[in-house]
C-alpha cells in the first residue's frame, strides 16, 4: 500500500503546484507587472501544465484517476466559494479575471478544472485525452497572448487568424510533447490529431469566449474517440 502513501503526496504536490501560480500572480499584478487579462491567460497556460501529474501517480490507473483530480475537484469547490463570498482583492480574483469581478469565476474559469476531470477520467493518458487538453489548455491559452502582440487581421470582432493559428499550434505543440511522454506514437494517426485540432480551433473560433473551455475539448475528444484512438 505504499503507492497510496506516494499518491496522497503526490496530490498534495499537485495542489502547492496549482495554489503556487495564483499568489505568484496575484503579486504581480497587483505591482502592476502585468495586467489582469494576461495573468488569466498564464494562470490558464500553467494550470494546464497539471496534465504532467498524469504520469507522476502510481498503481491502478482507477486509483491513479481519483488522486490526480483530488486537485481539480478542489478547485471547482475554492472557485464556487470565491466567486459568492470573495471580493476583488482576492488573490484568486485578481489573478484569474479580467474585471476583478469574482463572479466571472463562474464561467470559464470553473468549466477548466470539471473538464479537466471529465477528460481524465475519459481518456486518462489516452490520445484523445492529450489532445483534448492540449488544445483546451496550451492552444486557447497562447492564442490571446499572441494576439496581444500581433498585428492582427480578424476573423470577428473577438477572434483573430493569428490567435487561431495558435490554438492550433499550442495544441499541436502540446500534443506532441505529451504524447512522446506518454510513450504513444502518433505518427501513423497524425491525420486524426490534425483534424481533431483543425476542427477544435474552428469550434474555438466560433464559440462565445465564456464556453470554449467546454466546446474545445469536447470537439477534439469526440473526433478521436470517432476514429477509435482512446
Known amino acids: 500500500m505504499a503507492y497510496l502513501i506516494y499518491n496522497a503526496a503526490m496530490a498534495v504536490a499537485e495542489f502547492i503546484y496549482t495554489i503556487f501560480i495564483v499568489f505568484l500572480m496575484d503579486a504581480i499584478v497587483k ?3 502585468v495586467s489582469r487579462d494576461m495573468s488569466r491567460k498564464i494562470v490558464h497556460l500553467w494550470a494546464g501544465g497539471l496534465i504532467i501529474f498524469w504520469f507522476l501517480f502510481t498503481g491502478p490507473i482507477q486509483i491513479q484517476k481519483y488522486f490526480f483530480s483530488i486537485t ?19 488573490p484568486t480574483v485578481v489573478s484569474m479575471t479580467r474585471t476583478g469581478n469574482p463572479k466571472e469565476l463562474l464561467f470559464g474559469t470553473l468549466f477548466f478544472p470539471i473538464m479537466f476531470i471529465i477528460i481524465t ?7 484523445a485525452g492529450i489532445t483534448a487538453i ?4 496550451f492552444g486557447d491559452g497562447v492564442a490571446p497572448i499572441v494576439g496581444k502582440y500581433a498585428k492582427l487581421h480578424y476573423l470577428h470582432k473577438r477572434k483573430s487568424v493569428e490567435g487561431s493559428i495558435s490554438v492550433f499550434l499550442g ?7 505529451f504524447a512522446a511522454i506518454a510513450g504513444i506514437s502518433i505518427y501513423a494517426n497524425i491525420y486524426v490529431i490534425l483534424v481533431a485540432l483543425l476542427l477544435a480551433t474552428i469550434t474555438e473560433a466560433v464559440t ?23
Open 171 to 177: 495544441g499541436l505543440f502540446g500534443t506532441l510533447i
Open 31 to 33: 505591482r502592476r507587472m
Open 121 to 127: 477520467f475519459a481518456s486518462f493518458r489516452g490520445l
Open 72 to 90: 481539480p475537484l478542489l478547485w471547482v469547490f475554492l472557485l464556487l466559494y470565491t466567486a459568492f463570498a470573495k471580493g476583488p482583492s482576492d
Open 208 to 230: 462565445p469566449s465564456n464556453y470554449d473551455n467546454i466546446t474545445v475539448p469536447v470537439v477534439a475528444l469526440a473526433v478521436i474517440w470517432a476514429a477509435a484512438l482512446i
Open 134 to 137: 492540449s488544445v483546451m489548455a
